[in-house]
């Protein structure tokens, strides 16, 4: 999710429907199944106004970070919805920077052992590197939160987290130099940071920084944007899908033989088709990745079998409150349904208008 954009002009494009090829038509146009017509899921009240990253854990539970960007007077929070109860609480507040005095968890994901380890995203309040990757280490019975501590450290703007065997891996989507809109993929080991946090290279020496595995560039589209690697996830092969937010540029990082990864490769390269790539999220029983476009209020996916890209549904601006998409960012696949976070932070550029009183969670029927 990023700031830096200008005036939207209507996208229209070719797109793989459904199995079909759509005409290039307005994206309000878009001929969608009412039957993956999003429901709404959750209304959060003030305590979670910006929804954004989820998690689940070994039990079921489901979790949704709340950066809370719409009204800062509520700190940064963790949300878990159980699945046995069916209640709401918080889980976790997010952890304070010393300097910033903010807590701002985005990205997220438990690892093997379970403990969670999420994106501190403190690039809205300082961009002087001050995003950390944080680890809330778990009570393993009952995987309540014991404590936190910041793992990795000197980041840009903290994104998407995934764990993946021993290591946890990240996006830095500003790299802040002059004339590249560059972004990054990085892999830290858990035993780099035993003893002590692990502090990244400064973003001009990112090439030769050993955990940086991937950098990716950013064209400024209709919008201005120049947001470069946002969301992140794993296929079941171990190859990593990523994206730009300011210009949908969709890649795959392929796992090579020894466990590293190839250079960014383009799947899709094309703002008619995809503006905007915000999270990411894998789905094993038809080999899809899911991708919020925020920009068109729109939930696609990439068949990485057919290699081809569809929408799974797509709607005008709307505030949300009948669980139509209200500038999507994240998506998870949770009890066999599509769970979908509504930022709705109004961004220039996007066609959600404005920042509402309605703070929600999506549902949508699996095809």
Not at 18 to 38: L, T, W
Not at 165 to 173: E, I, L, R, S, W
Request: proline content about 5%; some cysteine; glycine content about 8%.
């Amino acid at each position: 999710i990023m700031m830096k954009l200008t005036h939207l002009i209507a996208a229209s494009a070719a797109v793989v429907v459904a199995g079909q090829i759509i005409a290039a038509q307005p994206a309000s146009e878009f001929q969608v199944n009412e039957k993956q017509r999003p429901k709404l899921f959750k209304q959060f009240g003030a305590v979670a106004n910006v929804p954004d990253g989820f998690a689940q854990d070994k039990w079921g539970n489901l979790y949704v970070a709340a950066p809370n960007l719409n009204n800062p007077a509520y700190a940064g929070v963790i949300m878990r919805y159980c699945k046995k109860t069916e209640k709401w609480s918080v889980f976790f507040a997010g952890l304070r920077h010393p300097e910033t005095g903010k807590g701002i968890p985005m990205g997220m994901e438990f690892a093997e052992n379970g403990d969670l380890y999420y994106a501190d995203n403190q690039y809205f309040t300082d961009k002087n590197y001050k995003s950390r990757i944080i680890r809330v280490v778990t009570d393993k019975t009952t995987g309540e939160a014991l404590y936190a501590e910041p793992v990795v450290t000197h980041i840009k703007l903290a994104n998407a987290v995934r764990c993946r065997g021993n290591a946890v891996y990240f996006t830095d989507t500003f790299f802040d130099i002059k004339d590249k809109n560059l972004g990054g993929v990085y892999r830290v080991p858990f035993s780099a940071f035993d003893k002590s946090a692990v502090k990244l290279e400064n973003k001009e020496n990112a090439e030769k920084d050993p955990y940086c595995i991937g950098i990716t560039s950013c064209t400024p589209n209709h919008r201005g944007d120049i947001a470069a690697t946002d969301g992140m996830c794993f296929d079941k092969a171990g190859n990593i899908y990523t994206g730009n937010f300011g210009d949908g540029h969709f890649y795959t990082l392929k796992i090579k033989d020894d466990g590293n990864y190839e250079k960014p490769e383009t799947l899709i390269y094309d703002t008619k088709q995809l503006p905007c790539v915000d999270g990411v999220n894998y789905w094993p029983k038809k080999n899809w990745v899911f991708i919020a476009d925020s920009e068109r209020n729109a939930v696609c996916y990439w068949d990485i079998d057919a290699k081809k890209l569809g929408v799974l549904w797509i709607n005008d601006d709307t505030d949300g409150a009948d669980g139509l998409l209200d500038q999507p960012c994240e998506c998870i696949v949770w009890d066999g349904k599509l769970i979908v976070s509504n930022f709705d932070v109004s961004f220039p550029g996007l066609k959600n208008k404005e920042n509402d009183k309605i703070h929600s969670l999506s549902v949508i029927k699996l095809p």
